[in-house]
């Protein structure tokens, strides 16, 4: 990731992209967000990874969606999609089932976007989940198959499937659900992670920036004394851990 | 606040919503920002609470405000309006005055704005206040009555009124107006307060937010070497506050 | 620029707006960002400085860049031009090319985008530069007497010429490249020292808005642990740096 310094598109809702261009920045990569429609699918095309996140998708935005994810497609360009609080809020939605149809790269959400991109579930409560991981592992296994993506869903622990194979990471702390974009920011680090992974498989490069970014927070949360000091150190952390620290720290468990 | 968690709604300007998710995620509630048109009405009748925060006012926001106004209003969402700026800057100046009418629960702004939207005062500077609390009593008196709202005027002295009580607030510190959004998250967490007052009248739960926010950033300033230090500090401060702690901070007058 | 607090009107991309308001706010001056068109050229008019950046320049965006563009130039407000990423794509390129015939106070960038706005160079890979900023010293020179505007092209060490005298600041540091936005408030900060020169030259404000700002990054990376520690570090080191200490440690070089 340092040494390669993969250019991470990121078209973002308007709350996060600070905190998303921080993390990135602190993990080595170089961000940058082109949501306008004539520039959005041009840059996708030359980005290393990208992220689509569907928080506050403007009409401009909605159609630098669409530019982008044809360019990405074009262009072979790892992508992923995080559909944010989609299953009430009837634009995004309809947005995330039309895009989803050009296969992501990988798909990141809590268990109600899930299991809302999948077709079940309760509708989350905006950025919230109304439902567990786990009650979400079935629509995340039928999603992995139906769009051959990596589906990863958030929780306390993570459950990330590419359809066959279901890896658990159990990293993480409970002050990153404190920080706006928590959640945004890692798709964005997913994205940088597919863009360096070499040969290695989308599901190996996804667990690895779940296990990455958890274990950050891990060692911003054993310093901080709230949820502003642990934003701070949490980029401070994503900035210095070394892989061995990762590797020794990383708590992942597979399954098929 | 901690226990309800409620979901607030923020329409706000694009150089706050960061530290204004952060500010609401500190002291325990869920922040939302749905700011497009064909789900911002949707989502204020869901939310707990709203602001209307009149920063940067895009076509697109112009739009989704009137529909969250009349989301808002349709199933009875407590709603604050932030009219940032307006006196001479015509088009949030005629939105202010436009969705005034709808009677919002708390109207929240510095002397400059108050005085522009009962119709008097010199205008403002950006969002500097050319006008002290004390010279926009009588206009805010006067809101309060007209629109049945409680209305806050942001100073070194805070005025709180719902028409006929006059309360003042004299908790905060100076490095608040240094850090920006410093007065606009505070219009999100009186919508979080009003979201969660129950009983309490609307005053009471715009005076509570005040004076939370207030202590909290005298903790902070207690600690801070400067602006950027005090930002982290202040929300840390925000969720370590006990109530205990803010009550015995309070420095509350009334008058009446 | 304490005393005199200037209002600083920036019209800037959405990832870096809240990081540009806290610089400017921490240097003591009043930011505002008027992005709408109706009412950004009213407001460039009454600014004492004005920063217009193309990093994610939407339709609206677009259109009050015009309108601020002719409301600064009608009232003699200082200007600096930020061509973010320009090159390669092509409303923002053809915007930065049109505006620059306004004849911007101050144009900053990085020496990819330097060269790109004079016609020349290969075309940056977004934010990043792939070219030195003494490759781009021709580029500058020729720009600067074109439009009549000082040019500073930002790098290791910092170039900047009003056409005739060239000016060499190697105050800075590292880390502010790895916090977002680290170029983009520079802008701001030009803007704000431009709206205070007084009897100063342009070009002798820009070096200043250079200096200042790079001595704070010295400051704030003496005592940093990472890119979320320096970021605030360097919020307060520009609320507490001293004239003194600036002049003291600034490093500038002179040639003409």
Redesign the interface.
Known sequence: MRRESP?THSIT???????T??AL??LGA???????V??AG??AA?AGGMLINL??????QRGAIREAVAGATASGTPWVLDPV?IG?????TELAHEVAQARPTAIRGNASEILALAGAGSGG????SADSPDSAAPAALSLARRFGSVVAVSGPEDLITDGSVVVRVANGHELL?????GGCALGAVIAAFLAVRGERSALEAVVAAHAVYGVAAEHAASR??????F??????????VTPDEAAAAARIETAS
């Open positions: 250019l809702n308007n709350v996060v992209p600070n905190f261009a921080n920045l602190a170089a961000p940058a967000m082109v949501d306008i004539g520039e041009l840059f030359v928080g506050t998708p403007t009409p401009e609080a009430s809020l009837p634009i995004r409560r905006g950025v919230d659900t404190r920080v706006t974009g901080a004394e709230g949820p502003g000091s934003a701070a150190h949490f980029l401070d952390a994503l900035a210095n």
